[in-house]
Structure formats: C-alpha cells, structure tokens
C-alpha cells in the first residue's frame, strides 16, 4: 500500500507518494488533466490510497482516480493548513504534507454532497448569478441618472416614450444610448432567469424540507431551496453554532492570556450559505419580523451591516432547530422589560 497526497493546480499536479514506514517511494508532476491522471495510476499501481486537496476540480479528480481503484479522500484546504502550519509552502511540500496525512489517517476530510445535489446547488447558483448581473445593469441605469439629477423608476423607462422623455431633460444622447444597452441587458436577464425560476419553483414546493424553512420570516420558495441544499443532512452539525461556523457568519476571536477580542466574521465556510441567510435578514427591519427589536437596536448602535449579520445567525439557529426536530418555525416570545443588546457578535450564537 503507498500513500500518495497530490497538490492540483490548473495547469500542474504535484504528487508524492510514502511507503507505510513513510519513506519516500515516488514524487514528481503530472500535467493536470485526465492523461495526467493515467499517468500517475499507471506509474503507481492501484494499491494506492490517496487524498487531494478542496479545490476547483477536486470531486472530479477524486471521481477518476476512484474509477482506477484508488482509496481517495478529499481534505478540507484551511484545516489542513490548520493541523500543518507551514513555514515554507511550495506545491512539492503541500504533496507530501496530503500523503504524511493520508499515511498518518488525520485527513480532515470534507464532506461532499452527492451529484443530485451539486446538480440543485449548480442551478440555484446559476439563477444567482444571472440575478446579480441584472442587478448590476440597474444599479449602472440609476447611476446615469443621477450624474444629470435625474431619478426615474425601471417601470417608467420601460415606457414607449421613456427616451424622449430624457431628451427633454437634457441627459445627451451618449448616456440615453448607454441607459437603453443596459435596459436590453436586463431584458435578457429576465428571459434567461423566468424560465430557470419556472423549474425551480416546483422542486421547492416539493421538498419538505422547504415547507418547514418557508415558516421562518424572510425565507421564501427559492430561497428556503437554496439554504436546503447548502445546508443537505442537518444531522451533520451537532448544533446550531456548528452550522453558524460553517457559513462563516461566526465571529473570529483572538485569545491570550486573560485578554479576549472579538473581530469581524470568519467568513469560512459556505459563501453561498452565507448569502442566503443575510438575505433572508433583509425583511428584519418590519415590525411584524421576530427580530425586529434585535435589528433596530443593534441597527442604531453598532450599523446595519452587524444587524444583519446577527439576524441572519439568528435565522440560521431557527434554520437549525426547524430540520432538526421536523416542525414549522414558532416565534420567540417577546420579553416583558426593555432588553440590552449587546454590540458583540458572541452574544448572539446562543439559541
């Protein structure tokens, strides 16, 4: 048995492979593709157990060398760095760093969801995507605008006469040029994102796990199929606080000694996760939304920004507990006295 920890790139993979004494038996690189991969197998045999680091490429690479009758494992990128700090960090060293793990069995290993549910996340992030674009070409319509003190709704210059009407308020005909470009982007949006939307829909409406997460304030259709499918089997995360680490929406904290800071979110861990769950927030500032009162008070003392943040943890413990135990959201009982809130984020990662 040899123990290989392979370091792919986009256009190189460093490899090295130990003996189970942990001697070095084999290292080098391949060119990082599929010829590359046969490459290596050949060269290596099958009695190979191997691991490769959490990249771009990464479920693929292990799939393949799978196929070959490798053992493969696929490591999680920051807590490897975490369990072997590096002080020289080349893709040579970060092979053998994966092999002394894999022959040591210490991989931190990531847990990868199946292709059913790549294939969801893929075009949920794809309708994502397409939504952000087309909110960039509004935001680029308004910025026109106002550079000739103008304000005027989507609605209204969607208008037959929408371009006369700029002519006479004296915006040039470069800038009304560039407003109907950016009005024929989103209308292209609209017709790639509609139909993604009509597909969607009727899995969220199947999925029991939407129908719970749709009873939380702010969690609708789409996005409560978004936090499923980031969020798959709620039993992997012992609680709630292990699912707020893992959308990164836990701050960091810095110890020493008797001296403790609290910083800004991690921001390790599901980015996509993360959005959905501050987008979610967003409806915090009505007074019908449970965590109105967490919203305004944090809102008028530390911004809007760490109110989000604190309600979408709030949201993703609700998340939690909602999957967890398999019944709707009920809304916490609102205290009798005036409450304290405190500005630090650790306050709110409790239940």
């Not at 960091?252 to 000694?257: D, V």
């Amino acid at each position: 048995m040899q123990f290989v920890g392979i370091d792919w790139s986009y256009r190189r993979a460093a490899w090295c492979a130990l003996s189970p004494s942990g001697a070095v038996v084999g290292e080098g690189a391949v060119p990082a593709d599929e010829d590359g991969l046969a490459r290596l197998v050949i060269e290596r045999g099958v009695e190979v157990r191997g691991v490769v680091e959490m990249m771009s490429g990464a479920i693929w690479v292990r799939d393949r060398l799978a196929d070959a009758g490798w053992q493969m494992q696929i490591a999680h990128a920051r807590k490897v760095r975490d369990v072997a700090p590096l002080a020289c960090k080349t893709d040579k060293v970060d092979a053998r760093v994966l092999a002394e793990l894999c022959r040591r069995d210490l991989v931190p290993e990531l847990w990868v969801p199946s292709l059913t549910d790549r294939e969801l996340r893929e075009r949920l992030r794809r309708r994502t995507h397409l939504v952000r674009m087309r909110a960039s070409a509004m935001n680029r319509i308004f910025g026109l605008l106002t550079q000739w003190g103008t304000r005027l709704s989507l609605d209204r210059l969607r208008q037959p006469d929408a371009l006369q009407l700029l002519e006479d308020r004296g915006i040039p005909a470069v800038w009304r040029r560039s407003i109907q470009e950016a009005l024929d982007v989103i209308d292209l949006l609209d017709s790639r994102i509609n139909p993604l939307e009509h597909e969607l829909r009727p899995l969220a409406r199947a999925d029991p796990r939407v129908q719970l997460l749709d009873t939380i304030p702010g969690v609708g259709d789409l996005l409560g199929l978004t936090l499923a499918s980031e969020i798959g089997d709620v039993s992997r995360f012992a609680s709630a606080r292990k699912l707020i680490g893992y959308a990164g929406l836990s701050p960091k904290i810095n110890q020493s000694g008797d001296r403790s800071r609290t910083g800004s979110l991690s921001k390790a861990g599901s980015r996509t996760l993360r959005w959905a769950a501050v987008e979610a927030a967003q409806h915090a500032w009505r007074e019908s939304n449970p965590w109105h009162r967490l919203y305004t008070d944090l809102a008028d003392r530390a911004g809007k920004n760490p109110a989000k943040a604190a309600v979408a943890r709030k949201i993703l413990i609700a998340a939690w507990h909602v999957l967890s135990r398999q019944q709707p959201f009920k809304p916490p009982q609102p205290p009798a006295g005036p409450t304290v809130v405190s500005a630090s984020s650790r306050c709110f990662l409790a239940a």
